[in-house]
């Protein structure tokens, strides 16, 4: 079965800052997908950004980039020019390309923006 | 187009009540997920319903819990003889078949 960690429950950064979220998965699959989602006190969860893992190419989205080590599955998110909007809960996921295409979540990690 | 909506926003029960949460799914969306998440969690995977197949239910913690779709419309996740370790957020998601999931804005169920 797949598996999300990611070892930092939370993190704080300077607004304008950069600051990079990690996380780790495990799978036996060679294709899938993987993503970053952020979620504010609202509850709303809404996407960051997505990679696909047959794709060498980082993924960028504006301010967010992600570093993707497929070998050591490591996929991490770098947050520049951090904005106080930035502040809220970030979730890593990983989605198989099968039947179900379910989410497994890693367990968040709180970013908080100091002014 | 509007995007997932769930009712309701909030919901206090006491232990042993049955509770109904209700998904709304985006328009045309043939895909549509229930994910649990408990406080301070990730989210867990409960339900999956595409189309007309077979809803894949490996996520289900215990037979207390169910769901039910009609067609490609609204779905329900009823939970009955509630416990205590039902409370939680409970999210809805929807996608077109191998696309981005959107999600709802969740319903708080609080058990007492």
């Known amino acids: 079965a797949q598996t999300v960690t990611q070892s930092q429950p939370e993190m704080s950064v300077q607004e304008a800052e950069t600051v990079t979220l990690s996380c780790t998965y495990d799978t036996s699959e060679s294709d899938y997908y993987l993503f970053w989602y952020k979620q504010p006190p609202s509850r709303q969860m809404i996407l960051v950004i997505r990679q696909e893992a047959y794709k060498q190419q980082n993924a960028t989205e504006n301010r967010f980039s992600v570093n993707f080590q497929k070998a050591a599955k490591s996929f991490s998110l770098k947050i520049s020019d951090s904005q106080l909007g930035d502040a809220a809960m970030y979730f890593c996921?990983?989605?198989?390309?099968?039947?179900?295409?379910?989410?497994?979540f890693g367990t968040g990690t709180l970013l908080a923006v100091q002014p | 187009g509007a995007g997932v909506s769930q009712s309701p926003s909030n919901k206090v029960t006491e232990k042993g009540k049955d509770v109904e949460l209700r998904c709304d799914p985006i328009?045309?969306?043939?895909?549509l997920y229930w994910y649990r998440q408990r406080l301070g969690q990730g989210l867990e995977f409960l339900i999956y319903?595409?189309?007309?197949?077979?809803?894949?239910k490996s996520g289900l913690p215990s037979d207390r819990f169910s769901a039910e779709r009609t067609g490609e419309s609204v779905s329900t996740l009823t939970i009955q003889r509630t416990q205590q370790e039902d409370s939680a957020v409970y999210l809805c998601?929807?996608?077109?078949?191998?696309?981005?999931?959107?999600f709802g804005p969740g319903t708080r169920l609080t058990v007492t």
């Open positions: 996921a990983y989605r198989s390309r099968g039947a179900t295409n379910k989410l497994i």
């Open positions: 319903f595409q189309g007309n197949s077979a809803p894949d």
């Open positions: 328009s045309g969306h043939t895909a």
């Open positions: 998601a929807s996608s077109s078949p191998d696309f981005e999931q959107y």
